[in-house]
């Protein structure tokens, strides 16, 4: 039963998908895979969609499946992928915008990839040769401003 939910990713049905996979995650709260899942439920619900209970919720399941699994590569992964996504969303509209929302805007696309950094980094511990995350962590240090660090990563 445990994976029965799973065959609505394939599905334009998602949103039918989060209640089942809250009701396994509520008589099984110990499994960091159900965690796991259920955040990246959220994350493809909130990118589809762009509703921010669903980002909110996402990190949620994601940061408990790593607190069950602190060395969870794909947990650690989506978390960073989650922030680093929505600031990019946010990036792409910005240049339509006058110059206080403009800079309000940029404000909360740095403190997304912030975010996104820490998760991004303990990921690359657990595997140091993930190119894409590797790229993603790049373009984070370089929106942020932390040359030495993108330039650590070039080694």
């Known amino acids: 039963m ?3 939910w799973l065959i609505y990713f394939r599905q334009p049905c998602l949103l039918q998908a989060g209640p089942y996979a809250k009701l396994l995650v509520k008589y099984n709260n110990n499994d960091p895979l159900k965690y796991y ?3 990246s439920l959220y994350q493809i619900i909130y990118e589809e969609i762009g509703e921010e209970d669903y980002f909110s919720e996402g990190v949620r399941a ?3 499946a790593i607190y069950l699994k602190p ?5 650690l992964y989506n978390l960073g992928a989650l922030y680093y996504n929505k600031a990019s969303a946010l990036a792409k509209g910005a240049e339509m ?3 206080e929302e403009y ?3 940029a404000e909360e696309v ?4 912030l975010l996104a950094i820490e998760p991004f980094e303990r990921a690359q511990k657990i595997n140091p040769d993930d190119k894409v995350l590797i790229s993603n962590l790049k373009s984070c240090y370089l929106r942020t401003k932390q040359a030495d660090k993108y330039m650590e990563l070039d080694k």
């Open 2 to 4: 445990g994976g029965f």
């Open 97 to 99: 915008l006058n110059n």
């Open 37 to 39: 899942s259920l955040g």
């Open 103 to 105: 800079n309000n805007l």
């Open 71 to 75: 060395g969870y590569f794909d947990a």
């Open 110 to 113: 740095n403190e997304l990839l």
């Open 62 to 64: 994601l940061k408990k």
